[in-house]
């Protein structure tokens, strides 16, 4: 049996990042920056009033006080968005709103709170400091800086800052596009009856959402039955549109396992077995005229879902130029012993929990059987067991790695 270090390290040799797109800037959205975004103008623009209230020379009034306020003649009305240059003189104030640009002259902003609020002439009753409630221009990003450098993974306040500098387009590796294919005579889709010996399709949405946390744009094909001819005009049709493609199923010894077959066809897949629990039956290889790389899972649900985690995650995500490929995997205190088979590194689900101490305690879920959705549902890591070890007594310490997707 093949190690899944190899594997995985074969796997991730044949997935190539995707060439650079230009994208509008909301679309870039989850993307990683594949250029240097140098701002073209300074943040603030220009200097303005970070308070509603009105600008004045600080020396004007440094007696005023609750008692004794200033009184000063308001000159100009000043609201965010006036685009005329103003200025005030020696004794004169003008009323400013947040955002607005300061006049020339000004040297601090009152807060309308400390005023009477006053149109034609304003009472002020404290004094303000120079330079009090000024954003100045530059202070948050200079002319000329790299406010975002190729590599950066764009979240929502990177957006934000895009369109802050007035890109309103940027160079991104796009989103891999991924379709998920359930193959099995037995799948229906949810929301149907169900016959003796049907089950409802769910690795289809299981990796589908996955897919979609890794960062993919994925499209789910509703079930297809265990029929080679259904099955390669699905795969052709579904090729137009796939960076990647992964089916679940048909991929064992069975009678009616007619993935391996149809993918013949249509490129090279290597179907092998690989020392791993769950998961051993892994196909990868590409197919049709762009070499669309393919995963072929296996179709018991947790053997699906983990190696989705362990091999398919990691290339979805090279191929989006993520700069960080696999999960964090944190040392935690096993919590209950567990037997993992001999040659085989075994992905056990548990829950994993932060002890008062700031180090990790882990349980492993119940039967690690593969067909047990109820307990992958609940878990929140995968302890690692390496390939050599069979059994991990209690308090001993384990790797296990995070699935982040839980968030309690
Ligand atoms: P297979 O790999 O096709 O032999 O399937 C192995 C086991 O996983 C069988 O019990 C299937 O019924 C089950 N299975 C296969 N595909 C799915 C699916 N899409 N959703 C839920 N269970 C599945
Ligand atoms: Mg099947």
């Known amino acids: 049996m093949k190690r899944v270090a190899d594997h995985l390290s074969d796997v991730l040799e044949a997935i190539r990042p995707l060439p650079p797109l230009d994208v509008h800037v909301l679309d870039a959205h989850g993307c990683v920056l594949t250029e240097d975004v140098v701002a073209p103008w300074p943040l603030p623009q220009f200097d303005n009033s970070a308070m509603d209230g009105y600008a004045v020379r600080a020396e004007d009034v440094t007696e005023a006080s609750d008692d004794e306020p200033v009184e000063l003649p308001v000159v100009a009305d000043i609201a965010a968005g006036d685009t005329r240059v103003t200025a005030i003189g020696p004794g004169l104030s003008a009323r400013i709103m947040t955002g607005a640009p300061i006049p020339a002259g000004a040297d601090a902003i009152v807060p309308v709170e400390l005023t009477d609020g006053g149109t034609a002439r304003v009472r002020i009753a404290a004094p303000p400091k120079p330079g009090a409630h000024f954003r100045r221009a530059g202070e948050d990003v200079g002319e000329g800086d790299v406010v975002l450098g ?13 369109a802050a500098v007035g890109r309103d387009r940027v160079m991104v590796r796009p989103k891999p596009r991924v379709v998920v294919i359930s193959t099995g005579s037995e799948l229906v889709e949810p929301g149907n009856p169900l ?3 049907q089950i409802t399709d769910s690795n289809s949405f299981t990796l589908t959402a996955a897919a979609r946390e890794a960062g993919a744009i994925a499209y789910r094909i509703p079930p297809v039955r265990d029929d080679p001819e259904t099955l390669l005009g699905l795969i052709e049709d579904q090729l137009v549109r796939a960076d990647l493609v992964i089916t679940t199923g048909g991929v064992s010894a069975g009678a009616y396992d007619v993935v391996k077959s149809v993918l013949s066809q249509l490129g090279t897949v290597n179907f092998e077995k690989v020392a791993m629990q769950p998961g051993k039956p892994q196909g990868f290889g590409t197919i049709g005229e762009e070499s669309t790389p393919i995963f072929t899972l296996p179709g018991n649900p947790v053997s699906a879902f983990v190696s989705f985690e362990v091999f398919v995650r990691p290339a979805i995500r090279k191929m989006f130029g993520a700069a ?7 040392k935690a205190v096993l919590q209950e012993s567990l037997r993992s088979p001999d040659g085989r590194r075994q992905f056990a689900r548990a829950r994993l929990q932060p002890s008062s101490d700031g180090s990790y305690l882990v349980t492993p879920l119940g039967a690690q059987e593969s067909h047990r959705l109820g307990d992958l549902a609940y878990a929140n890591s995968l302890i690692v067991v390496p ?7 209690a308090g001993q310490v384990v790797d296990a790695m995070r699935l982040e997707s839980r968030k309690d």
């Open 324 to 330: 960080r490929l696999h999960r964090s995997s944190v």
């Open 150 to 162: 190729a590599g950066a993974y764009l979240g929502a306040p990177q957006i934000g800052l895009l």
């Open 195 to 197: 016959l003796m010996g």
């Open 387 to 393: 390939e050599h070890i069979t059994e991990v007594a």
